[in-house]
Structures are given as C-alpha cells and as structure tokens.
C-alpha cells in the first residue's frame, strides 16, 4: 500500500534508516512503540499516534490523529483531517519529514523508491 520512510530529522538525514511498509490494513506513525514508523521524540512534537494511513474506496488517504502538528505537502491538517496521499508525498511531524511512496495497484512496496 504506502512505503513511508524518513528523509529528515532536524533538518539532516537520519543516521540510520527509519522506514516501514504500511500494508493494505493501513497503519501509524507516532511516538508509540505501537506505530508502523515509530519516531523518538523526546521534546514531544510528535504525538503518540500521529498520523494514520488507511484506504477508502480504494484511495490511499492520511488521517490526522494528534493534536500536534501535521503538513501533507505543505497543507496544514488538524486532527480528524483526513487527504488523499499522492506517491512522493511529504509529511511533517515534528522535527521529521517523511515520504510516502505508493506502492503499484495498492500493493506494498518493498525497498526505497
């Protein structure tokens, strides 16, 4: 469904790599040891669960679950928001920026896009 991964912490890429792959089921990212993408954030800029991918009708879209905040593509959301993601989106939590890449005909992706 969507490979997400971490291209920037603090404005540098990340010293290992922080990826997962969110399957059709959908999936989180947060600060919680119970997301997909799990993002340390000791200065709390992150929420617990952050944001969540799912699908409906058959559109990948993300969903704002925290009350930090959340830009898709430079587009501000509030929790309960949700937008469809494009492949290559980028996502702000925080001190981290994301990309979702989407994988082809809702399989997942494996590997970096």
Do not use: W
């Amino acid at each position: 469904m969507v490979f997400v991964e971490v291209i920037s912490v603090n404005g540098r890429a990340p010293d290992s790599p922080m990826e997962a792959t969110i399957d059709a089921a959908g999936g989180t990212v947060g600060r919680a040891t119970v997301n997909a993408l799990v993002l340390a954030d000791p200065g709390r800029t992150v929420s617990r669960i952050h944001a969540q991918f799912l699908r409906r009708h058959g559109v990948v879209k993300v969903l704002c679950r925290g009350t930090n905040d959340l830009l898709v593509d430079g587009r501000p959301l509030e929790m309960g928001d949700e937008v469809p993601v494009t492949d290559g989106a980028r996502l702000e939590m925080g001190v981290y920026v994301i990309r979702a890449t989407l994988g082809a005909g809702g399989a997942p992706v494996r590997g970096r896009a």
